[in-house]
């Protein structure tokens, strides 16, 4: 069964400072991996994903992150945040030739000038 | 502009009513998704159409019911619901399934916010 975990229902950063945003997974077989992004009173947002080669991969808005198959995490980073980065955000697992993608519960973050 | 309209953004609705969702995509993609999304609670997969065939179908109780007459519309019939049902339902499209694109993400609609009286 697949599954996805994201411990921190909130994470708070200053303005500038650099950011992480936890996430770590369960699947059988090899992972496809996904952060989103949700502002307010919108849908998701994709921001990037892992499939396969170079651990760590760059998306949108600055985003990156880092597969680490040893410790099954797929941690969202970004080197300086901006207040405009409040969001809620969400990993989510897909089983390599599946069809269903899994969703942790998500994570807001919130940004203080 | 994400390619996937959902209508309406709001809908507020009595137990007894029946109402229907829309979600169009303009994506030319093969597979759509109902998701509930409920406060503090993971989205809620509800249903997957790929090719305009339904290939799941989460437990969802049957006042809930998809229509999909077409890759680009996705319905989700509503009668007889809760007041647990009001929650943010969500629409998405991706380019297809058990294919080798199936790794590709999902577009989401901004969503129906439903309100059960």
């Known amino acids: 069964a697949q599954s996805v975990a994201q411990p921190e229902d909130q994470v708070n950063v200053a303005e500038g400072n650099p950011l992480t945003v936890k996430c770590t997974y369960s699947?059988?077989?090899?992972?496809?991996l996904f952060w989103y992004v949700q502002y307010p009173n919108r849908g998701l947002q994709f921001l990037l994903k892992?499939?396969?080669?170079?651990?760590l991969v760059k998306g949108s808005y600055g985003f990156e992150a880092e597969f680490n198959k040893s410790q099954t995490s797929f941690h969202l980073k970004k080197p300086s945040a901006l207040v405009s980065d409040s969001a809620l955000y969400f990993c989510?697992?897909?089983?390599?030739?599946?069809?269903?993608?899994?969703f942790g519960a998500g994570t807001r973050l919130f940004v203080k000038a | 502009e994400t390619g996937v309209t959902q209508t309406p953004r709001h809908l507020v609705m009595g137990m007894t009513n029946k109402k229907s969702l829309k979600c169009e995509q303009h994506?030319?993609?093969?597979?759509m998704y109902w998701y509930k999304q409920s406060a503090k609670k993971p989205l809620e997969l509800m249903f997957v159409?790929?090719?305009?065939?339904?290939?799941e179908n989460n437990s969802v109780p049957s006042r809930f019911s998809p229509e999909c007459p077409n890759s680009s519309h996705l319905f989700l019939h509503l009668h007889t619901l809760q007041p647990e049902d009001s929650a943010l339902y969500l629409c998405?499209?991706?380019?297809?399934?058990?294919?080798?694109?199936?790794?590709?993400?999902?577009?989401f609609g901004d969503g129906t916010r439903l309100s059960i009286l």
């Open positions: 998405a499209s991706s380019q297809a399934l058990g294919t080798a694109l199936s790794n590709q993400p999902q577009h």
């Open positions: 699947v059988s077989g090899n992972p496809y």
């Open positions: 892992y499939i396969t080669g170079d651990n």
């Open positions: 989510a697992v897909m089983r390599g030739g599946g069809f269903k993608t899994i």
């Open positions: 994506l030319g993609h093969n597979a």
């Open positions: 159409y790929s090719l305009e065939e339904r290939v």
